[in-house]
């Protein structure tokens, strides 16, 4: 299987928050610390969860177009050897709407 690769960029429309580019395609995914941000998920884009040792991370596409879904996996993947946390579990769903249902 070839390796992707994939860029980490500063979004110019918020320097606290970083930007998974696909060196190959259009592929961008957005990440944001939901303990720094609020976060208001896009109907139109996909959305994936991560926790990063008690960080939660939304990971959120810009502009997708629906194709290779599996790439937007593997740029997250990506991102959590980048962040030297290999392990990171990838959610679907937002692990905060879970603490809201508790309370």
Known sequence: MDQSIFFLVQDPHNPCQDVIRHRDGNLRIRVCSLETYDFDPNDDELQFY???????????????????????????????????????????????????EED
Request: hydrophobic share 40%.
């Open 50 to 100: 991560g926790d990063d040792n008690g960080e939660l991370l939304a990971f959120e596409t810009i502009g997708y177009d629906g194709a290779d879904p599996l790439l937007v996996i593997e740029a997250i993947r990506w991102y959590a050897d980048y962040i030297e946390n290999p392990k990171m579990e990838i959610l679907a769903e937002d692990p905060r709407s879970e603490q809201f």
